[in-house]
């Protein structure tokens, strides 16, 4: 009985315990990883919508323009 004992503690000390480790160890990166996606999302998203503003701005700028310089004569 005692050797079972001993070779399940090696099974438990060799096999086990290292890939339970392991596993958390790749949850905790996942998870990291999970954050960075959602910061790069925010920060896309961010960049869309200042982008949007811009090309907003940019039609307003033309269209005062446009009534600055009034009907052009061609």
Do not use: C, Y
């Amino acid at each position: 009985m005692k050797d079972w004992i001993d070779l399940w503690m090696k099974v438990l000390s060799v096999a086990v315990i290292p890939a339970t480790a392991a596993i958390f160890n790749l949850r905790r990166e996942i998870d990291g990883a999970k954050k960075d996606v959602d910061n790069l999302q925010q920060d896309r998203a961010e960049q869309n919508e200042a982008h949007a503003k811009m090309l907003d701005l940019l039609g307003e700028i033309r269209e005062r323009l446009a009534r600055l310089e009034g009907p052009k004569a061609h």
